[in-house]
């Protein structure tokens, strides 16, 4: 299948067209959010669900986003909105936006969407293209990010290019996305907000809402895709340590945060941001990322950054990143 780019910066209303053209046809599409691009199909469709799965080499295991168009559109999805006034509120302050929200799912949310859970992830994206798609279409869309089981998310049209190349007919490319990590996710619970995967809606922000319940380290959570490594170029990713700086790291990169420094001990040194700047680096660490995983470069070395606010999301991808791996993905 041959994958065809358009630029929806300079044509919006001619690539929203395709692009449900695609949609309706029951194909794929590769779309930029505010967070990371996504791989979008009809999300009420299971034979168009299954595609996703098999586009990404994805276990069925793994449940998918569903993307709305309007906040209305949460009446079809969801059977029941338990914690009503928290979820309004969160809704109300955080939609459009990168937030996804865990609701009970009506009958028709196919199982598959869900991984067979009970609960459907839902969130309403923050980027003018995907609206338009959505808008057009008239349905929701699963999309999870456009990137291959396991691996880096794509913050670019090229990255989703270079992941689904002739496994997907479209992609429309919206530039750089905005934010570079991919949505909080939350579970609410009576008078309390549960973080299942931090992200650019930092703790601090809702705990505006309601009292926030840490996750903890349990992995066992209602979010069966959060396996250990995830998030991994194919070079071995570490935790920058001054203590281990020595010749073994020739052939390593550095992604610094703050100045660069260490040019001289390995072979390619970058920075999440020069000005320690935790929003500038949210947007660039994933594209760094794929930057150095190329063939001259043995494994690539990240300095840990702040773990405040955006840190969180920023840490928690990054740990994710050296996790060990696991066989397949
Ligand atoms: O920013 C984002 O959220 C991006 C853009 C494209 O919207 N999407 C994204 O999707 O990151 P994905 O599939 O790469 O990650 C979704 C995560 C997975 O770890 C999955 O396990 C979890 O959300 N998830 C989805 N549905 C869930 C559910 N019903 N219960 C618990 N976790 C769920
Ligand atoms: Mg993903």
Known sequence: MKTVILDARANQSESVTRAVEVLRKGELVALPTETVYGLAGDALDSKVVAKIFEAKNRPSFDPLIVHVGSKDWLARLARSI????????????????????????????PDLVTAGLDAVAIRMPNNPIFLAVLRAFGKPLAAPSANRFGRVSPTQAAHALEELARRIPLILDGGPTELGVESTIVRVSPGQIEILRPGPVTEQDLALVAAIKESGGSQKIIAPGQTQSHYAPERPVYLFDLNTIGPAWRNYGLICWGPVHHVREFALVRSLSETRDLRVAAQRLFSLLREMDRPEIEGIVVEPVPEHGLGKAIMNRIRRATAPRETGA
Do not use: A
């Not at 969160?90 to 009958?107: A, M, N």
């Open 82 to 109: 338990e914690n009503e006034p928290i979820v309004r509120q969160l809704i109300e302050r955080f939609w459009p936006g990168p937030l996804t929200i865990l609701f009970r799912k009506s009958d028709r949310v």
